[in-house]
């Protein structure tokens, strides 16, 4: 039995001086801070908070078929690292998808043992594979994840509205979540003879490439089928502002519509992007300045639920940077131990509240994955997932503490706000000021 204490808990009501108490791996009560019986283990944040631990929803671990771009190993020491207690593995990248139920039994195999913090798996919908959708929910799938477009893998097409429809009846009939990335081929094909001729080392020409209408016109398409169908859908990292009045509408018709955006597209401007820096591209990509301040005004108004980290690395010769060829390289940002420090640095500057930010990071993320009842909140019942946080230190990102197996990030170097000391995964220490648990007892959700 432990007593957590700090003057400032995240709780539901507000943040306050409280004691946690933890009985086993759930949390009994929250009580007056100097509520210790007799008996229980004490550790004491003092002025540092206690927050719940993030629920990251959007990580590509890349294991089984791909693990020399990441693992369950790295993936959850890096997540630890950053205060993630619980992470949700997409479904490509790995070899096979996770598009059928095999494939899902196949990577909690290979997951198995490997992780420090609790895990969650999306399942995949590609053409044609409706009817396995019942078995991957059998087998442990929180919901579903599909591309409007190419995905980046040959293993993971994307899907067109007659795959879409009938995928999502079958959702809503499961009651999971489908999970779009939103951008469709049509616009993009649109400029690609404009954009062979531009310079392939200026991100300027990559952000060309894929013009905000990609977005906009998934979200008008995937809102419809959500109309139609009722399915619980969801859109992940949201990139484009001139769509957010398209999301706006479809939550203030009631439909069952959110969104979600990511740190790097609150951090990173893309009039900041020097000539050659791949370790920047992504898809959709990062935008400009004032794009990225309407994203930060749409979490604050609610359009965007939730931020996640879109983790998604590779072995650094696919990033092309001997080359700086934004058009050649992978697209995608490394950054799952750095999202809580990334966005708290930029909700702080901006007079967000880390109630606000755990609301984006932690309770709205357990919600979409179904995770609601047991993480994201400190509230009686729930795990003990718990971070120490001290909100007001300040450092610069050491590419040598990253966890991440490979240490490429557009974050080197960074000054952020926010420090992480210590995590506990249902009341067990994960993580305490740069070392790990040996003990690798995450479990799969």
């Known amino acids: 039995m432990k007593v957590f204490r700090s003057k400032r808990v995240v709780t539901p009501e507000g943040i306050r001086p409280a004691t946690v108490h933890v009985r086993g791996e759930i949390i009994d009560a929250i009580a007056d801070y100097e509520a210790i019986p007799a008996g229980y283990e004490c ?31 790295t993936a959850t020491r890096a997540a630890a690292s950053g205060g993630v207690t619980t992470l949700v593995d997409m479904p490509l990248n790995a ?6 139920a095999e494939a899902l039994r196949k990577k909690r195999q290979e997951a ?7 895990v969650g798996f999306w399942g995949g919908v590609v053409p044609g594979n409706t009817r396995e959708l019942e078995g991957l929910v059998r087998e442990g799938a929180r919901g579903f994840k599909a591309f409007m477009c190419y995905s980046g893998v040959e293993e993971f097409p994307g899907v067109q509205e007659e795959h879409l429809q009938p995928a999502m009846m079958e959702l809503r009939r499961l009651s999971r979540p489908l999970l779009v990335h939103a951008e469709v081929e049509a616009p993009i094909d649109a400029v690609a003879e404009q954009v062979k001729g531009m310079d392939p080392r200026s991100y300027m020409t990559y952000l060309a490439s894929r013009p905000p209408t990609a977005e906009e016109d998934a979200i008008k398409l995937v809102s419809r089928l959500c109309r139609e169908t009722r399915a619980r859908t969801h859109i992940v990292h949201h990139s484009a502002a001139t769509a957010l009045p398209l999301i ?17 597209y609150l951090h990173f401007a893309a009039e900041d992007i020097r000539d050659g820096a791949t370790a920047f591209k992504c898809a959709p990509p990062i935008r400009e300045r004032s794009n990225r301040e309407l994203l930060w005004a749409a979490l604050g108004e609610g359009v965007l639920e939730l931020v996640a980290s879109d983790h998604s690395p590779c072995t650094p010769a696919l990033k092309k940077q001997e080359l700086g060829d934004f058009m050649a390289a992978w697209g995608g940002i490394s950054g799952l131990q750095l999202g809580l420090s990334v966005t708290w640095s930029g909700a702080s500057a901006r007079g967000f509240t880390l109630q606000q930010v755990v609301k984006w990071m932690c309770e709205a993320p357990a919600r979409l994955a179904g ?8 509230a009686p019942g729930f795990d003990a997932d718990l971070v120490i946080f001290e909100p007001e230190a300040k450092f610069q990102v050491d590419l040598a503490r990253l966890q991440h197996k490979h240490k490429l990030t557009p974050y080197a170097d960074a000054g952020l706000t926010g420090v992480v000391t210590s995590t506990y995964v249902r009341g067990q220490r994960v993580f305490h000021q740069g070392e790990h648990a040996r003990e690798l007892k995450g479990q799969f959700l």
């Open 112 to 118: 198995a043992g490997q992780c420090l913090i609790d």
């Open 95 to 100: 070899i096979p998808p996770t598009t059928t």
């Open 371 to 378: 995770l609601e009842h047991k993480k994201g909140r400190i």
């Open 43 to 73: 550790i004491d944040a003092g002025e540092a908070v206690l927050m719940p631990g993030v629920v990251d929803t959007h990580v590509h671990v890349n294991e089984p078929g791909r693990t020399e771009w990441e693992g369950f190993l």
């Open 248 to 264: 706006r509408a479809a939550r203030a018709e009631g439909l069952p519509f959110t969104a979600e955006t990511c740190p790097h």
